[in-house]
């Protein structure tokens, strides 16, 4: 019998097989647009289209609220400051990441003034997508996520800047700390209001970048010290209503996956493969204790006999005992057909089912 969305991860995160392990994934814009072109209908989901899981996400809005501003529009890009204070140039129709060109918050004397605006208010909360949208996921069976957002990633990329951070972390650990603290603390008011109102969620996620390719931006003694308590505060809010904890770090962390398991994170993403990430092995190590997410080359894609072997090779012993959701270790490039992922799909549906 097929199982809903939400029966299928709540059997992963029990580690217990389910009817097949859950399929999810994010593409590009520009592979979306893609897919569009080969086929994809306009007015169907690309989830829908390929009948994979689409978990439900609620988000709070927990930035400085800094005024938004458009600096200069053009056919191909557009420069723009952010919430955060973040002067940035975005481009249009390709896909990347966006070129960060200047950081209001750049050094901790601009930091309180960021601070102060950093307080709970019930605007930062979408009620109005609440009321229309809870029930209806709850009746179609989906995994409902809340989004938070605090942790070395954020703070780096969307507030000070990487040079700025990894300086800070060294010179200025209670200035990093109390960055921390200040995202953790609003998120946590504001899911709190959410759970309160009857709106619960079956887990919490937050995405904290602490590797690249080879190896982490800081050591693990650092981690402890400076960001760990953070990550634990939010493990246990988690535990205590029921729900689970789920990460999202990109870059070669093996290295830290101890003390993650250690704090009763339940789920790690995206296992990294090309920076360094060796999810078989964790899988033997930790198969017990950690749902692992993600954990297949990217870089294959869109080499259909290449990745159909490394889903044949991978994806049989990460689904041993439940306690994994198959997507790519990143996300999907526009380098990727129409009908690549269909075939792989259709294989993991195949080599991921367990009846």
């Given at each position: 019998m097929e199982m809903t969305s939400n029966e299928r991860f709540l059997r992963m995160y029990q580690h217990k097989e389910a009817d097949r392990i859950p399929i999810i994934d994010h593409p590009w814009?520009?592979?979306l647009r893609r897919w569009r072109e080969e086929g994809l209908p306009t007015d169907t989901s690309w989830e829908s289209f390929f009948g994979i899981d689409a978990?439900?996400?609620?988000?709070?809005?927990?930035?400085?609220?800094?005024?938004?501003?458009?600096?200069?529009?053009?056919?191909?890009?557009?420069?723009?400051?952010?919430?955060?204070?973040?002067?940035m140039k975005q481009w249009k129709y390709e896909d990347s990441?966006?070129?960060?060109?200047?950081f209001k918050v750049g050094d901790s004397t601009a930091w309180p003034e960021a601070k102060e605006r950093m307080k709970y208010a019930e605007d930062r909360i979408n009620w109005k997508a609440l009321k229309e949208n809870y029930e209806k996921w709850r009746a179609e069976g989906r995994w409902i996520i809340a989004d938070f957002w605090f942790g070395f990633d954020v703070t780096h990329s969307w507030m000070v800047g990487t040079e700025n951070?990894?300086?800070?972390?060294?010179?200025?650990?209670?200035?990093?700390m109390d960055m921390f603290d200040t995202y953790l603390r609003l998120d946590l008011a504001c899911?709190?209001?959410?759970?309160?109102?009857?709106?619960h969620f079956d887990c919490i996620s937050w995405p904290d970048d602490m590797g690249y390719k080879g190896t982490m931006f800081f050591s693990n003694d650092m981690y402890r010290e400076i960001l760990k308590p953070y990550h634990q505060r939010a493990i246990d809010w988690a535990h205590e209503r029921g729900a689970y904890a789920h990460m999202h770090s990109c870059?070669?962390?093996?290295?830290?996956?101890?003390?993650l398991v250690g704090m009763g994170l339940d789920a790690l993403n995206p296992l990294e493969v090309k920076a360094g990430m060796?999810?078989?092995?964790?899988k033997e190590k930790y198969g017990d204790k950690l749902v692992l997410h993600g954990g297949i080359n990217a870089v294959l894609w869109n080499d259909k006999d290449a990745i159909i072997e490394e889903i044949r090779n991978t994806v049989p012993r990460l689904k041993e005992n439940g306690g994994y959701i198959f997507s790519s270790d990143h996300s999907i490039p526009n380098s990727v057909s129409l009908e690549n992922f269909r075939a792989i799909v259709e294989e993991v549906k195949r080599v991921g089912a367990y009846q």
């Open positions: 814009g520009g592979t978990p439900a996400h609620i988000e709070v809005d927990n930035s400085p609220r800094f005024p938004r501003e458009i600096i200069e529009d053009t056919p191909t890009y557009r420069i723009v400051k952010s919430s955060w204070g973040v002067t990441t966006p070129e960060f060109l200047d951070m990894l300086i800070a972390l060294c010179e200025e650990p209670e200035w990093c899911f709190e209001k959410i759970w309160d109102a009857g709106y870059g070669n962390i093996m290295d830290r996956v101890d003390d060796k999810p078989l092995a964790l």
